[in-house]
Structure formats: structure tokens, C-alpha cells
């Protein structure tokens, strides 16, 4: 959708004023590249306010999940087990290194990873002689995946857990926030995330050696020479000082951010629940979700209208929304991947919704989009016509 005033979209950043008052200290400073001081202020900030015990701030997340399975030494025709529901941010880091994704089906509580779909594909697998060489799980939507019984299956087969936590940043199962769940975590700073450094990632790790070695590998995998030598391939993945600084200001509001995507939340769910054939997904106890984006299930023999229907109608008024992720094990390029698993991430796929979920939404705004979903609804049509 093209950028017009009236329009609203998916999820738009927010800026709190701040932002340039960071870019114009960099610039005056002369401190715009990727060893300035606002990188490691940021990686600082991350360390504090998400408990995590190493933080290095990268250019992407993608970058940060290609970093990760590096360092885990995934490479050439080795297999990584990953969740099927994704964006495809999750698995192409996994053909970067030339391995093989094997994916795996979502379980109807958190709609992530199952772990008991896990243990069997790696029960499968070992069978065939092949140990998995890791496992991305993914917080989708900004929902926390199963940790405690992921991390249970994980160590049980001793394969280490990439945590994707590119959409679920301040998320949290208990006290424990998502990303620092995973031997390594990464979280996304693009500018669609619940904050945004333009472009920008970040690796979390409690391992010291790996947080070395990341801040080495991430910048070309230079060694301390007075010229630059090399013995091993390096990436150029570092985030820059312009961006740190705008994360500084972004990581300062979104307490506020989080807050209000859970009101946009709420607000969905009470004007439209109550109509039959709309759901919406529960947090499990103790589970708290940033609520990165509101997602609705249409279940069409009741509501009398489809997601793509729902979706087309909000076009023509100029509202984006968007399909849940089309799973990777329907992609044309993974077609040849195993899959392990039933019909829930297709299903979800077949009749989610994600609704405009963008801080800075009006109530105006939301209310127009409900509206939207009353018109197309066949109990509100049915009902108006015997008032009538
Ligand atoms: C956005 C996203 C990423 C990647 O982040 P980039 O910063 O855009 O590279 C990875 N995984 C998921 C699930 C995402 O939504």
C-alpha cells in the first residue's frame, strides 16, 4: 500500500522526539560508524532492561539468527530443526550456511513451536542417523513459544535453542523475558517491530566466549594487528551509532509502546469476540505478550465472510492488514523440506488476520476497522434486517 494520508497501516513506527536529538549528537560528533558510544550504551541498556548477560547489537535480525547459527557451528549439509509458522527471516539464515531446514508444526496454545512435535522429528531424525545441529523457535506475534517444556526437549537431546524473539521484544513467561530463553537470542529492531532503530538487530547470549566472538565475527574477523589479518571469514553485521542512538530513544518508551499495543489489543477483542465465528488468541498463565501485533481467527461457515474477504474489503477503504505468515513447508522454495507435523500453522494460515496494530492508532481508527468487520458479519446483517 502506497503512503497516503487517511491510510491506516499494519504497523507503523512511532517516534518520541528524542530520536534526533541522538542522530544530531552523532553527527556533531563525528561518531556515525559501528564502533561509536551509543552501540555499546544500547547493548548496556538491552543487558539491564531485559536481564540478559550479553548483548551485541547487530544490523538486522536476520543477520543476528545467521550470526547465531554460525556460532553454533551449523554449517554445510548439516539439518536445523525450525518452526514452520514464521516469517522467512527464521530459515533463510539456515541455507546461508548451506544447511537443511526440517520444520516443524505450531501448537494451538501459543501458536509456536510443539514440543512434542519437536521430540518426534528428533527422534525421526536420529533414526535416520542424522542429529540436528540446532533449533529456532520463534515467538510469534510477540507471544511467548513453550519454553519451559522446548527447553526440556532441547536438553534432553542436548541440541542447542535459537531463540527468534525478532517480534516479541519485553515479552516475558514469569519474570524471564523472550529472547534470553534460547542458548542465543535475537531480537529485530526493523522499522515494522514494537520499536525501531531503522534497521537494526541484537544477539543475547550468557555465554561470554560467544559474545566475543560475535562482536569479532561481526565485524570482518579482524585480529588485533597493527594491519588488518585474518584466518577466519568474518561478517560485516554491526550496528551503527546512528541507529544505536535511535534505539536509546525507542528503548526509552517502550514500557509505553507494549502498553498500548495491549490496549489495541483489548479494544479488538472486546468490540468483537462477542461476534460468533471470531476468536482470539489467550495468553496461557503467567504468560505476557508485547502484543506486537493483534491477530483474529475467522471461522468462515460461521461469520459468513473469509480473512482474504475481510482483507480486501479493509483495502478498498485503505486499511492494510495482512495473512498470518504463510508457513515455510508451503513454500515453493522449501518444497522439498521435511515437515513434521498436522494442519495447525496451515489453518491459522488459512483463517488469521493480522489487524492494524501500530501504536500510534486512534481510537477513531480501530473503531472504523471493527465497523468493517460488522458490515461483512452475517449475524449483525441478519439481525439489522429484522429491526428493520
Ligand atoms: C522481523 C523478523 C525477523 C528479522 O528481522 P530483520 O531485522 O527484518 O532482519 C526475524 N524473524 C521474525 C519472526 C521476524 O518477524
Request: with cysteine.
Amino acid at each position: 500500500m502506497t503512503k497516503e494520508k487517511g491510510n491506516i497501516y499494519l504497523s507503523s513506527p512511532q517516534f518520541t522526539g528524542e530520536e534526533i536529538e541522538f542522530v544530531q549528537r552523532a553527527l556533531d560528533q563525528e561518531n556515525i560508524a559501528t564502533n561509536g558510544v551509543f552501540i555499546r550504551q544500547f547493548e548496556k541498556a538491552i543487558q539491564e532492561r531485559f536481564d540478559s548477560p550479553h548483548t551485541v547489537a547487530l544490523n538486522s535480525g536476520t543477520s543476528s539468527i545467521h550470526l547465531s547459527l554460525h556460532l553454533l557451528g551449523v554449517g554445510a549439509g548439516d539439518e536445523v530443526i525450525c518452526q514452520t509458522f514464521t516469517y522467512i527471516a527464521s530459515t533463510n539464515p539456515i541455507l546461508y550456511l548451506g544447511a537443511k531446514p526440517v520444520f516443524v508444526d505450531s501448537e494451538e496454545s501459543t501458536w509456536n513451536m510443539c514440543p512434542e512435535k519437536l521430540e518426534q522429528t528428533i527422534k525421526d531424525r536420529l533414526a535416520k542417523g542424522i542429529k540436528p545441529k540446532a533449533i529456532v523457535v520463534v515467538n510469534l506475534f510477540g507471544m511467548p513459544a513453550n519454553w519451559p517444556e522446548l527447553i526440556k526437549v532441547a536438553q534432553l537431546y542436548d541440541i542447542p535453542l535459537v531463540e527468534d524473539a525478532a517480534e516479541s521484544v519485553g515479552s516475558k513467561i514469569g519474570d524471564k523475558f523472550t529472547g534470553t530463553f534460547g542458548d542465543l537470542g535475537i531480537y529485530s529492531f526493523n522499522g515494522n517491530k514494537i520499536i525501531t532503530t531503522g534497521g537494526g538487530g541484537a544477539l543475547l547470549t550468557n555465554n561470554r566466549f560467544w559474545d566475543k566472538k560475535s562482536r569479532y565475527l561481526s565485524t570482518q574477523a579482524k585480529l588485533d594487528f597493527p594491519y588488518f589479518e585474518h584466518i577466519e571469514m568474518g561478517f560485516n553485521y554491526k550496528m551503527n551509532n546512528i541507529s544505536a542512538g535511535i534505539g536509546l530513544a525507542q528503548l526509552g518508551v517502550l514500557e509505553d509502546r507494549i502498553q498500548k499495543r495491549r490496549d489495541i489489543f483489548a479494544y479488538y477483542k472486546k468490540n468483537l469476540e462477542l461476534l460468533p465465528g471470531i476468536s482470539f488468541l489467550k495468553e496461557p498463565e503467567g504468560y505476557f505478550s508485547n502484543r506486537w501485533l493483534t491477530t483474529m481467527i475467522i471461522e468462515p461457515d460461521t461469520t459468513g465472510f473469509k480473512a482474504s474477504e475481510l482483507r480486501e474489503f479493509l483495502l478498498k477503504d485503505g486499511v492494510e492488514s495482512r495473512f498470518l505468515w504463510k508457513p515455510m513447508h508451503l513454500q515453493p522454495m522449501y518444497k522439498n523440506a521435511p515437515y513434521s507435523g498436522g494442519n495447525i500453522a496451515e489453518d491459522l494460515f488459512l483463517n488469521g488476520i493480522c489487524l492494524p496494530s501500530g501504536s500510534a492508532l486512534t481510537e477513531q481508527e480501530l473503531d472504523r476497522i471493527i465497523n468493517a468487520v460488522f458490515i461483512l458479519h452475517k449475524e449483525v446483517v441478519l439481525k439489522s434486517e429484522k429491526t428493520v
